[in-house]
Nanobody
Framework: QVQLVESGGGLVQPGGSLRLSCAASGSIFSINGMGWYRQAPGKGRELVAT???????NYADSVKGRFTISRDNAKNTVYLQMNSLKPEDTAVYYC????????????????WGQGTQVTVSS
């Protein structure tokens, strides 16, 4: 019903920047929450940032002041601008859509993308 596709990952040097994008498609009427999570090797998945349809944002302490989440509701797309990247930001980044109103009036919850690799290394 809902598919999420991330793009924009890659290899970057410490101090560099990357911009991730995630486009949602399918039988979507509207999406309430969208967000980014990450999973480093040997660790669990952790929250990076979330944003509501009204623009309210929430960030993990580790990325505050460096990462910015934004979204285009008309395009059902969420972005993550990552600046001042550190080696510890290396992870697979996943986007998420939650509380999705589908065409026809039903709701769907907790959709995930396939992930995009971000590697910060010199």
């Amino acid at each position: 019903q809902v598919q999420l596709v991330e793009s924009g990952g890659g290899l970057v040097q410490p101090g560099g920047s990357l911009r991730l994008s995630c486009a949602a498609s399918g039988s979507i009427f509207s999406i309430n929450g969208m967000g980014w999570y990450r999973q480093a090797p040997g660790k669990g998945r952790e929250l990076v940032a979330t944003i509501t349809s009204g623009g309210r944002t929430n960030y993990a302490d580790s990325v505050k002041g460096r990462f910015t989440i934004s979204r285009d509701n008309a395009k059902n797309t969420v972005y993550l601008q990552m600046n001042s990247l550190k080696p510890e930001d290396t992870a697979v980044y996943y986007c998420n859509a939650d509380n999705v109103k589908l065409v026809g009036g039903l709701y769907g919850y907790l959709y995930w993308g396939q992930g995009t690799q971000v590697t910060v290394s010199s």
